[in-house]
């Protein structure tokens, strides 16, 4: 337990290092929410340094993003008590939950993360209001970056470039072969995902392999998701920048549970407003942390701080730099468009979306169904081929049987031997 606390703050204190927080010192003179602020912040404070007419206006937003704000869309998340997925893995016989996402794990015994991702592959889902609000924010310039721990890419269905987005713990998006990582056909590991079976590499040097080695498992193939054992994607660290350069920090739909990714909070720079937008408060400074095997851990030396326990006694509340917002994300998100007067923007461009992904399912369909016609004209061709040389067959054949019946006529006892089954 202490190594792992250990680890958390070596971790720390190289990000503090490589996002170049230590250079920065917190404004002594005005609120993070501006010198109009009076009293706690709260989600007004928030829609008023987001408006177009605010003095300084917000461009530089960073989202970090959890299984939170996916959960209307029907993909569980992973750590609420009943519904959450680690609840209700007893079906795989794991070991631990978090053994479904655990490289060593999978090399031994990787069909349960094989039906996990039958459930949970991404084209089941449409992205949900925060989703689209996000976009928004994109729309209205004032999107820096999405950290995301999701791997159900519904950011990039929610109409953000790949480019906004940094999906830290990876995605269903690419997958390839854990020995030679070479990428493979999206639709071949789906359909492999969908019949429910394991997928090992096709590429024909690990053919090779598979065939020679006993452990057919060295050459699985795995979606580009991150697993617990695994390092970060290179964009994770090359990205780390933007935090200093965030103006305002939203935190949504995540438990703060999974480090290096829940450090981020404390890497945007000290004046910088941040809200949290979730079921419950989590991430707070002198709160206890959970250590990754589950287990209660010492108390946070960093994170959000919504009552103000760290500021100067001559502070006001006003100094309060974190907002907690208690409920559904998408709540949390109507309400925010409601003050900025974007309610109505938001709905529609969420219905949008929603519709032009049902187009371009039912296209699929349609190319599907189009494939279909195709194989079942071929197979009327074929068909129709095999009865027109039947047909033939038939015809000379009676031609041949009358000319044999003549012969027959002639010679009975040789006919005898020659014709039917029952003289073999
Ligand atoms: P968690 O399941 O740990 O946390 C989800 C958080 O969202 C919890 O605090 C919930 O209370 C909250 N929540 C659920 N539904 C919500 C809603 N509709 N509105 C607002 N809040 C809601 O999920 P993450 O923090 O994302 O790793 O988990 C982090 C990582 O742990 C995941 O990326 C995953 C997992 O192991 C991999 O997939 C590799």
């Not at 869309?73 to 996402?101: H, M, V, W």
């Not at 057919?216 to 920048?241: M, R, T």
């Not at 007067?341 to 189009?370: F, I, M, P, S, Y």
Request: glycine share 6%; proline share 5%; aromatic share 8%.
């Amino acid at each position: 337990m202490r190594y792992q606390v250990r680890i958390r703050q070596f971790l720390d204190r190289i990000m503090s290092d490589m996002s170049g927080s230590k250079t920065l010192k917190a404004s002594s003179s005005s609120s993070p929410w501006g010198s109009t602020q009076s009293g706690a912040p709260t989600l007004k404070s928030v829609a008023r340094i987001l408006q177009d007419d605010y003095p300084n206006p917000i461009k530089n937003i960073v989202i970090m993003a959890g299984a939170g704000i996916s959960t209307a869309s029907g993909i569980p998340d992973f750590r609420s008590p009943k519904t959450g997925l680690y609840a209700n893995l007893k079906k795989y016989n794991l070991p631990y939950p978090e053994a479904i996402f655990d490289i060593d794990y999978f090399r031994e015994k990787p069909q349960p993360f094989y039906t996990l991702s039958k459930e949970m592959w991404p084209s089941h889902f449409k992205p949900t209001l925060t989703h689209s609000f996000f976009k928004l924010l994109d729309d209205k310039k004032k999107l820096l970056r999405v950290f995301t721990q999701n791997i159900d890419t519904l950011e990039r269905l929610a109409g953000l470039s790949e480019d906004r987005i940094v999906e830290a713990h990876g995605s269903f998006a690419q997958s390839r072969c854990i020995r030679c990582k070479k990428e493979v056909e999206q639709d071949w590991i789906r359909d492999k995902v969908m019949a429910g079976e394991v997928a090992y590499c096709p590429h024909s040097s690990c053919q090779k392999v598979q065939f020679k080695s006993s452990n057919k498992n060295a050459c699985l193939v795995k979606p580009d998701i991150v697993f617990f054992g695994e390092g970060l994607p290179d964009k994770f660290f090359q990205s780390l920048n933007d935090l200093k350069k965030a103006d305002l920090l939203i935190v949504v739909g995540t438990s703060l549970q999974v480090h290096p990714f829940a450090s981020l909070v404390n890497h945007v720079a000290p004046n910088c407003p941040r809200i949290l937008l979730n079921l419950e408060r989590v991430g707070e400074i002198a709160s206890y942390g959970q250590t990754g095997s589950g287990m209660r851990g010492l108390m946070n030396e960093n994170g959000f701080d919504f009552e103000g326990w760290t500021l100067p006694s001559d502070k006001g509340k006003e100094h309060i730099r974190d907002v907690f917002w208690e409920g559904k994300c998408d709540e949390g998100v109507i309400q925010l468009a409601k003050e900025l007067g974007w309610e109505e923007e938001l709905r529609n461009l969420h219905k949008e979306t929603c519709k032009q992904l049902n187009v371009n399912n039912d296209t699929k369909a349609e190319n599907n169904d189009e494939t279909l016609k195709e194989a079942e004209k071929e197979a009327d061709k074929v068909a129709n081929d095999l009865t027109d040389q039947i047909a033939k067959l038939n015809v000379s054949k009676k031609e041949e049987d009358q000319s044999e019946i003549k012969s027959t006529s002639q010679n009975p006892s040789e006919s005898k031997g020659k014709t039917g089954p029952s003289s073999l």
